[in-house]
């Protein structure tokens, strides 16, 4: 039985051994970092020049060029969409919206934009710049049905969206 609890023992130390360690091993890894960051500061200020980092202080300067420009037209798109989503109501909707969610009114196709802020034309199935399935480009919609709570319903739609009802035939 001894011989039992000294293993345990170990293996319980090992344990925790090795959980240190890699507690360590993160910390050091954010100390490089910070190194890192401070010595690129210092690089950009000019007060520091180590020609064996030079390749890497190039490539971190084109990097931050495409984060910048990426940045830009990550904003530039998220601000179309918002102006581009939005129902008459005033409500904001999303680029897979079939229906406002406070007025119940089908999203007309010219506001229809894929996640990838490409506007989809209408009868698309598929987005042409990402190739994303466009389940939520609304079709034309020319019969309702009315829902035992009141709703309109468009033909072929087998669920009320205000109730959860299931629509019969």
Do not use: H, W
Not at 98 to 104: Q, T, V
């Amino acid at each position: 039985m001894a011989i039992g609890l000294f293993n345990i023992g170990n293996f319980s130390s090992l344990q925790n051994i090795k959980k240190e360690l890699e507690e360590k091993n993160q910390e050091r890894a954010k100390i490089f970092g910070y190194i890192g960051m401070e010595i690129y500061d210092l690089y950009k200020q000019g007060k520091v020049s180590i020609s064996e980092l030079d390749l890497y202080f190039e490539n971190m300067e084109n990097l931050e060029k495409e984060i910048e420009e990426l940045e830009k037209q990550k904003n530039e798109l998220e601000e179309q969409t918002k102006k581009t989503l939005t129902c008459s109501c005033g409500a904001t909707l999303s680029p897979r919206d079939r229906f406002c969610g406070k007025c119940g009114k089908p999203v007309e196709s010219k506001n229809n934009i894929c996640e990838c802020g490409r506007k989809i034309e209408e009868g698309l199935a598929f987005c042409p710049n990402c190739g994303k399935s466009i389940v939520g480009v609304p079709r034309e919609i020319t019969k309702y049905k009315e829902c035992i709570c009141g709703a309109k319903v468009p033909e072929g739609q087998f669920m009320c969206m205000e109730c959860g009802r299931a629509i019969k035939k």
